[in-house]
């Protein structure tokens, strides 16, 4: 199966926005929960937020409030929106489930 593809990243100022979009296959994303996970340098990976079928959403204590996930069903897609960053968000952000995760995306949030 074709992995996720994301999408979206950059450099960015504290305070700033981007918005992270992933595209996946219909058998990896129809029906099934989404997720969002990040790595930042010399850490380990962990959860971000995480999207139902339905559109529930649910979101790590860190990102709360200030980050925000979404999916269109009819094009496959997930997307991460990323309001007031700080420099601790600077990761690689992963799209995915289960066993199939995208490359990741690199976001720099410089102070």
């Known amino acids: 199966q074709v992995q996720p593809v994301e999408s979206g990243g950059g450099l960015v100022q504290a305070g700033g926005s981007l918005r992270l979009s992933c595209l996946a296959s219909g058998s990896i994303f129809n029906l099934n929960t989404m997720f969002w996970h990040r790595q930042a340098p010399g850490k380990e990976r962990e959860y971000i937020a995480s999207v139902t079928e339905g559109g529930s959403t649910n979101y790590a204590d860190s990102v709360k409030g200030r980050f925000s996930i979404s999916r269109d069903n009819a094009k496959n897609m997930v997307f991460l929106q990323m309001n007031s960053l700080k420099p601790e968000d600077t990761a690689v952000y992963y799209c995915?489930?289960?066993?199939?995760w995208g490359q990741g995306t690199q976001v720099t949030v410089s102070s």
């Open positions: 995915g489930r289960g066993g199939s």
